[in-house]
């Protein structure tokens, strides 16, 4: 018996034989379409066995799986944030619109507006995109400095990184009010942050995250517009 990670990534949706490898095969092509996305095969094979077996699951069980059934309120999973909320409903609304989902949804399997998509959404939005480019400073120390960084890695939930020069980060955050000359923005934090700082510091870097997913995918779509 393969190993999942070993199968092979199907080359196209010719050389597939299931209705539960096409629609996977088509999920991933769309999804990659749509938010204009690159990966090598090794990734891809990686992604294509997640979702199929998302979709084995959902099939044997008649779609009566919780994680897959429609999501009424998305702010469960989407941060707050409005656009990245309305492009994953401009995708769901593609992948309804498609005939491979039509065809496969009358087998009591319903694609559009699912949480357990939601959720790949985000994953794969995390894993493909760079990180939020953070610049710590406090007025404590080079050690003091070092323990804000390290809690806050620690608590994202999203890739961070730390740079030195704070004219190349997206979120300054220190504990001290007049730090920088700079009209990036900041967050204020104690030098031993308390778990609500460290809640706020979180839920900043979210937002500028998937804000930077939608501003490079804005970029693009300009891009090719051109």
């Given at each position: 018996?393969?190993?999942?990670?070993?199968?092979?990534?199907?080359?196209?949706?010719?050389?597939?034989n299931?209705?539960?490898?096409?629609?996977?095969?088509?999920?991933?092509?769309?999804?990659?379409?749509?938010?204009?996305?690159?990966?090598?095969?090794?990734?891809?094979?990686?992604?294509?066995?997640?979702?199929?077996?998302?979709?084995?699951?959902?099939?044997?069980?008649?779609?009566?799986?919780?994680?897959?059934?429609?999501?009424?309120?998305?702010?469960?999973?989407?941060?707050?944030?409005?656009?990245?909320?309305?492009?994953?409903?401009?995708?769901?609304?593609?992948?309804?619109?498609?005939?491979?989902?039509?065809?496969?949804?009358n087998?009591?399997?319903?694609?559009?507006?699912s949480?357990?998509?939601?959720?790949?959404?985000?994953?794969?939005?995390?894993?493909?995109?760079?990180?939020?480019?953070?610049?710590?400073?406090?007025?404590?120390?080079?050690?003091?400095?070092?323990?804000?960084?390290?809690?806050?890695?620690?608590?994202?939930?999203?890739?961070?990184?730390?740079?030195?020069?704070?004219?190349?980060?997206?979120?300054?955050?220190?504990?001290?009010?007049?730090?920088?000359?700079?009209?990036?923005?900041?967050?204020h934090?104690?030098?031993?942050?308390?778990?609500?700082?460290?809640?706020?510091?979180?839920?900043?870097?979210?937002?500028?995250?998937?804000?930077?997913?939608?501003?490079?995918?804005n970029?693009?779509?300009?891009?090719?517009?051109?």
């Amino acid at each position: 018996m393969k190993v999942l990670s070993k199968i092979p990534a199907p080359q196209s949706i010719d050389s597939l034989n299931t209705d539960i490898e096409r629609v996977t095969y088509t999920w991933l092509q769309l999804f990659l379409e749509f938010f204009k996305l690159s990966v090598d095969t090794k990734l891809f094979n990686y992604m294509y066995q997640i979702i199929l077996n998302a979709h084995t699951i959902s099939f044997i069980f008649n779609g009566e799986v919780h994680w897959i059934r429609r999501m009424e309120n998305y702010n469960l999973v989407i941060l707050d944030n409005s656009e990245l909320d309305d492009r994953i409903l401009e995708f769901f609304n593609l992948l309804k619109n498609n005939s491979i989902f039509q065809n496969f949804s009358n087998r009591k399997f319903t694609p559009t507006f699912s949480l357990g998509y939601t959720f790949f959404i985000h994953s794969f939005l995390t894993l493909l995109s760079p990180p939020v480019r953070l610049h710590v400073f406090s007025k404590l120390g080079y050690l003091a400095t070092s323990y804000l960084q390290e809690k806050i890695e620690k608590f994202s939930i999203v890739p961070v990184t730390f740079v030195g020069n704070e004219q190349l980060a997206d979120i300054l955050i220190s504990d001290s009010y007049n730090s920088f000359m700079s009209d990036t923005s900041m967050v204020h934090t104690q030098p031993l942050p308390q778990e609500h700082e460290l809640i706020h510091i979180k839920t900043v870097i979210e937002k500028k995250y998937y804000e930077n997913i939608l501003k490079n995918q804005n970029s693009n779509h300009s891009k090719l517009a051109e």
